[in-house]
């Protein structure tokens, strides 16, 4: 059984996280004009990937197409987005005052090619003539089209958001004064955060699995999830701050590649590592802390690349960066619960205090409502997983045959850590290890 669970555990490593960025867009109005300077990857549109369904571009249908596009001149690139454009604006929302607009594409530069496993961005420009008189207003697109970053220009107090895709803005006053509140900004930035650990946060989630998986008691657990959020949010501050630019700067200019590309890889390596101590270790090592302190400095600078991606509000900083951070908290801490839950029985009967019949039980119906998820894959369920239901299912469905197994042989010393603990540490660790040869493969391959 613990073949399978690190089957599906090696399936859910090809969802690589932070390959699909959002679009960023400075509004502006001037002289009757509201024009839109915006930063995007315009292949993944070209090539039509559904961005809400995947969060790495070689997962999707289009993985082909999008890699011929990545692999165009800027020049032919331009040409065929400004083929596609018309469709693009189609599924713009832009109202002045509840009147629709239409966008005109003012102009397209698209990047050089440069290394086709990275991705480009490009940038563009659009506009709509406003209606005489026009006070506010909306702005959004599609959800195919991913998040939206909205940054207005040119006044006082301006409208800053994170729009999820689908999602269309609040009504923006044009003359300014849509400035986020600091408690508005926090508040705001809070799901922000939780997104980027569930579910777009693979590479984290099996990290805390890992921390769980050592020995799910209180006390261990909180000292090693205590530790890793000190270190994160002691290097997310300082990465968001601006402290740590000086590592990029070092990376591209001495080794031609960027600082986040050394950082990822080592991120991978930490998932291995704490999964193959928790084979070996029954307890917390004396060196366990200060490691998982030094992979926690790790993760936050990961977590900042996040930030990176579209940035903070200027005026509202220190409340986003906060709210970011208390929503990765709330992720981790999601991810723990949840698994707790699901192990509680089996951990409850290996140490005699419950029922075996119920735990029996309880096992064979979630058993049933997984294969349930994996088979009927719910459309609705999906877009919030934002991957196939089957991704979490089928691990989890590994899970409860793992605990049904630590029930019934509830009577041999270490059931549940035998069968349970380490099968899934051995399947965490093996997903750690192929994802640190995935990633560091390129820096060595060209």
Not at 256 to 272: C, M, Q, T
Not at 393 to 401: D, H, Q, S, T
Request: charged share 15%; hydrophobic share 55%.
């Amino acid at each position: 059984m613990s073949s399978a669970v690190l089957i599906w555990f090696t399936a859910l490593s090809m969802a690589q996280a932070h390959e699909v960025l959002p679009a960023i867009t400075d509004m502006t109005a001037v002289d009757g004009q509201l024009v839109f300077d915006m930063q995007a990857n315009l292949e993944s549109f070209v090539a039509g990937i559904d961005l809400t369904s995947v969060e790495d571009t070689n997962d999707a249908p289009q993985a082909a197409s999008y890699d011929e596009l990545r692999a165009l001149e800027p020049a032919a690139l331009e040409a065929a987005f400004t083929e596609f454009w018309p469709q693009m604006a189609a599924g713009m929302t832009i109202r002045a005052d509840g009147v629709d607009l239409v966008p005109t594409l003012d102009a397209v530069n698209v990047g050089p090619v440069g290394n086709v496993e990275l991705v480009r961005s490009s940038d563009i420009r659009f506009s709509a003539s406003l209606p005489e008189g026009a006070q506010d207003v909306e702005i959004g697109w599609d959800s195919a089209f991913g998040v939206l970053v909205v940054r207005q220009m040119g006044v006082e107090a301006p409208y800053d958001a994170y729009l999820e895709a689908g999602s269309i803005s609040p009504p923006i006053s044009l003359s300014g004064g849509d400035q986020a509140t600091g408690w508005q900004t926090f508040v705001n930035y809070i799901p922000v955060g939780f997104d980027h650990i569930v579910p777009k946060g693979l590479d984290h989630i099996l990290f805390v699995l890992g921390l769980f998986f050592l020995a799910a008691r209180m006390r261990p657990l909180l000292l090693q999830v205590s530790l890793f959020t000190v270190a994160h949010t002691i290097t997310l501050a300082l990465a968001a701050l601006g402290y740590t630019k000086f590592l990029d700067d070092f990376f591209v200019e001495n080794l031609g590649i960027a600082f986040i590309n050394i950082v990822e890889p080592l991120i991978a390596l930490s998932i291995a590592y704490v999964a193959i101590e928790n084979i070996f270790m029954k307890g917390i090592s004396p060196w366990r802390p200060f490691v998982i302190f030094i992979f926690g400095l790790l993760h936050g600078l990961g977590f900042a690349s996040v930030l990176a991606e579209f940035g903070l509000p200027e005026a509202t900083f220190v409340p986003a960066l906060i709210g970011f951070n208390v929503g990765v908290e709330v992720g981790q801490l999601f991810v723990i619960a949840v698994m707790f839950l699901c192990v509680w029985q089996a951990l409850r009967i290996d140490r005699g205090e419950n029922e075996v019949n119920q735990g029996f039980a309880l096992y064979a119906v979630l058993l049933i409502v997984a294969a349930a998820l994996t088979f009927i894959n719910p459309a609705g369920l999906q877009t919030v997983l934002e991957n196939p239901v089957s991704l979490f299912a089928i691990p989890l469905g590994g899970v409860f045959v793992l605990c049904l197994l630590s029930i019934h042989f509830r009577d041999h010393l270490e059931a549940y850590r035998r069968l349970v603990a380490v099968p899934c540490s051995v399947a965490i660790a093996a997903v750690g290890l192929y994802w640190f040869y995935d990633r560091t493969a390129p820096l060595f391959l060209g």
